[in-house]
């Protein structure tokens, strides 16, 4: 009896750590991403605030919706770190 | 032979170099002039300089009748009283810009070579100021907008006039201009998507307006502000419109905007301050 409430604690409490780690992880690759984006000039406006709420929703214990936010942030940066390479040859199509 | 046929092949390698080869100030504004002369034949060029309004006639008949009591009059005033109150020191922005500023708006912006930045109106207003010992202004609206006002009203009718002729001031007008035609923010839109490629076309009840003669007529009374601002206020919230994260104003971005803008509209009146909506 012993063994299986340790054994379930232990699941337990292993998972809850991976999911802070996994939220935390994803807030801090979000950051990078932010900071990448800025450092060609090519921010989107809301980065920032979508990383503020991924970082409420870590701190609610709401992970799912913290690494989900995060991860929008992340996608936004690789599409702004194209639009750099094209900004370097962006001239009128006329 | 041989030689001909390593004259010809060389040619062949540098053609595609060539007529890459970027094209100069001059050359582009010619070409942004006929495109806009293309699209609104009907509009003279002089008309360029009243945005919207030179292209739909109710918003004109409104604009005119806004004009009898105009929305920029009390900026004027406060830009006047400004420029008349001494520094500390004794002097004042006339120590800075001289007693006859009617050719002082039709100086900026400017290209610093010594300094290898772009100089613009509110920046030597601020410079005037902290040169002084004074507080310089906050740079989107309020005292700088209403010494801009008084220094654009004063300098009416006088034309733009920028010429980058230096490889240094040539790289600042490129910047602007990239950075006017490269897509940005989460809308993916330039600035010429707007006021280029779609001017004279509807952005939910609104007009756009055309870029050429966008910085004739600033600082303005925005409607929508309820306030005065600068070009650079604008320009960010034009950014934000389209997702981006916007460049602090007289950020270098928004000055070589300025720059690149200004050259496009070069022989266009200055008529600032102006009222949009």
């Known amino acids: 009896m012993k063994f299986k409430f340790l054994l379930a604690s232990l699941v337990l409490g292993l998972s809850s750590t991976a999911m802070a780690g996994g939220a935390q992880d994803a807030i801090d690759a979000a950051k990078k991403a932010q900071k990448e984006a800025a450092a060609v000039g090519m921010e989107w406006r809301d980065m920032g605030k979508t990383i503020k709420k991924a970082e409420e929703a870590a701190k609610d214990g709401k992970e799912k919706k913290a690494i989900k936010l995060a991860n929008i942030v992340v996608m936004q940066s690789k599409e702004s770190l194209k639009q750099a390479e094209l900004a370097k040859t962006a001239g009128p199509r006329f | ?277």
């Open chain 2, 1 to 277: 032979m041989k030689k001909l046929i390593s004259s010809v092949a060389l040619l062949i390698i540098a053609l595609p170099f060539v007529t890459v080869q970027a094209s100069t100030p001059a050359e582009d504004t010619e070409a942004f002039r006929s495109y806009f002369k293309k699209a609104v034949p009907d509009v003279k060029f002089e008309d360029f300089q009243n945005g919207v309004y030179a292209l739909d006639a109710d918003s004109r008949e409104q604009w005119i009748e806004i004009e009898e009591f105009p929305p920029y009059e009390l900026a004027i005033d406060k830009g006047t009283e400004l420029w008349e109150k001494p520094f500390k020191n004794g002097k004042s922005f006339a120590s800075c810009f001289g007693e006859d500023i009617s050719g002082t708006r039709a100086k900026y912006p400017y290209h610093d070579e010594a300094q290898d930045t772009i100089v613009t109106l509110e920046g030597d207003i601020n410079k005037c100021l902290t040169d002084n010992g004074e507080k310089p202004y906050k740079w989107k609206k309020g005292n700088i907008a209403a010494v801009s006002a008084y220094i654009a009203y004063e300098g009416r009718g006088k034309k733009v006039d920028v010429h980058p002729k230096t490889d240094k001031a040539k790289a600042w007008y490129d910047k602007g201009k990239k950075f006017f035609y490269a897509k940005r923010g989460q809308l993916n839109l330039a600035c010429a998507d707007c006021h280029v490629y779609n001017f004279n076309r509807k952005v939910r009840s609104e007009l756009l307006s055309p870029a050429l003669g966008h910085p004739t007529h600033f600082p303005v009374f925005r409607t929508k502000w309820g306030e005065m601002g600068t070009l650079h206020r604008r320009y960010g919230g034009c950014n934000k419109n389209i997702r981006a994260k916007p460049f602090k104003a007289q950020s270098d971005e928004y000055k070589a905007l300025e720059y690149f803008q200004a050259v496009m509209s070069n022989g266009l009146e200055l008529n600032g301050p102006g009222a949009r909506k």
